[in-house]
Structure formats: C-alpha cells, structure tokens
C-alpha cells in the first residue's frame, strides 16, 4: 500500500472553473502536508501548506486537510491554462524528533486547464 | 543570486562510470535533500542532512554517496552509475522541520 496516493489523471476543467485535487495518506502520525505544483521540464515548487484540520485560503486556491479521515485536498478556483501542471501532495511521515523533515510525495495529479 | 543551484543541468554518461552532481545554497538551510525522479515512481527520497558532517539515507540509497562537508554544499555521487539510475535528479533544502522544500533545477542524467 502507497504512503500517500493521489489520483494520477489527468484532470480537465475548463478555464474558470473550480479545480479539486485529493490525496490520501496512511500514517495517522503525519503532522505536515504539502501541495507542490510542478509544470513540465521544471522542479517541484511549494503552493500550499497545511498543518491542522479545517481549510487554509490563499489566494485562489484553498487545501483543505481532515485527518480523521486521512485525505488531504487542493481547491484551485477560478482556474486558469497558467494552472495546467502537475500537483504533487507530499506528507511528513514522521513529524518531529529525528526525522528531518523528511516528505514522501505521491505521484502528482495531472492538472489540464482548457480555454 | 541567492537560492538553490545544481550542476550539472545535464549530463550523459557510461555504465560503470563516477558521476558526482553538486548542489549549492545560499540561504544558509540546516537541511538538505536529495531525491530522483521518475516516471511511474514520482519523487523518492535518496538521502539527506541535517547540518554538516550529518547525512543519512533515504528511501532509495543503493549506489548513492554523499557528503556535506559544508552547511551550503550537498554532493551526490553515483560510484559506478547503472543504466537504472538514468533519472531527474532534484536537490531540496529546508530551514525546518517541517518539511517546506525549495528545489533547485534538477539534474537530468542519462546513463547508457
């Protein structure tokens, strides 16, 4: 069983529209969550943070984290062909203590935005 | 320029052969990353450091070194590169725990 899953896509939304991305996530103890944004040929760049239940805003996009239910999700309102990437959710599996931080991302979801 | 640079950008290379991509940073991160690339297996996690002189697997070692001699400096060596090691290969950096990644450009390594 996968760590983290997303799935993989890819997702299409016209432009305007709103974008949801899930991930969910095994270890009850994961502390930290992350959504990258990643466009072809470039590095992983940080989009959105997430560290306690309830929904973070910024901007036009929302993460929303529920760790009763161990998922993790990523609203993109508004979206725009500029969105067009791929959406990598990553999760600190051993928060704190000696694990330096370490992430371990899922398999990035394909995000197409069409005019 | 401040951030996070990897060197280099591309590189071809044979079975069999040393390979040592270098990252630098100038944001003075305690911790740094490196991780690979590929399709079907998203990011994996080869190794990191919390400050120098202190490094310590991650998920997918095997064939890997490193060394961190120097707070801005995160080497990585493939000692004899295998054609399964052809990858994108991402170095990160963190200022805490975490877990807040900034990568630098990647490097892409082709192994024939």
């Known amino acids: 069983q996968k760590e983290v899953e997303q799935n993989s896509g890819p997702l299409s939304v016209p432009e305007g529209a709103i974008a949801s991305l899930n991930c969910t996530y095994s270890d009850r103890g994961s502390q930290s969550f992350f959504w990258y944004r990643q466009y072809s040929g470039k590095s992983p760049e940080l989009i959105m943070s997430i560290y306690s239940n309830g929904d973070k805003e910024d901007g036009r996009f929302t993460a929303q984290l529920n760790k009763a239910s161990q998922y993790v999700s990523l609203l993109i309102r508004d979206s725009q062909p500029s969105d067009s990437a791929t959406y990598l959710c990553?999760?600190?599996?051993?928060?704190?203590?000696?694990?330096?931080?370490?992430?371990?991302f899922g398999q990035g979801t394909i995000l197409t935005v069409h005019p | 320029d401040a951030g996070i640079t990897q060197s280099p950008r591309y590189k071809i290379t044979e079975t069999g052969r040393q390979v040592t991509l270098m990252c630098h940073q100038t944001w003075s991160h305690s911790y740094m990353f490196w991780y690979r690339q590929d399709l079907g297996h998203g990011l994996r996690l080869i190794y990191y450091s919390a400050a120098a002189d202190i490094t310590d697997k991650g998920e997918v070692p095997d064939g890997y070194v490193v060394s961190r001699s120097k707070t801005e400096n995160f080497p990585l060596t493939l000692e004899s590169a295998t054609r399964s090691q052809t990858s994108v290969y991402f170095c990160?950096?963190?200022?805490?725990?975490?877990?807040?990644?900034?990568f630098g450009e990647g490097s892409r390594l082709t192994v024939l």
């Open positions: 990160a950096s963190s200022r805490s725990l975490r877990g807040e990644l900034f």
């Open positions: 990553a999760v600190n599996i051993e928060g704190g203590g000696t694990s330096y931080g370490k992430l371990t």
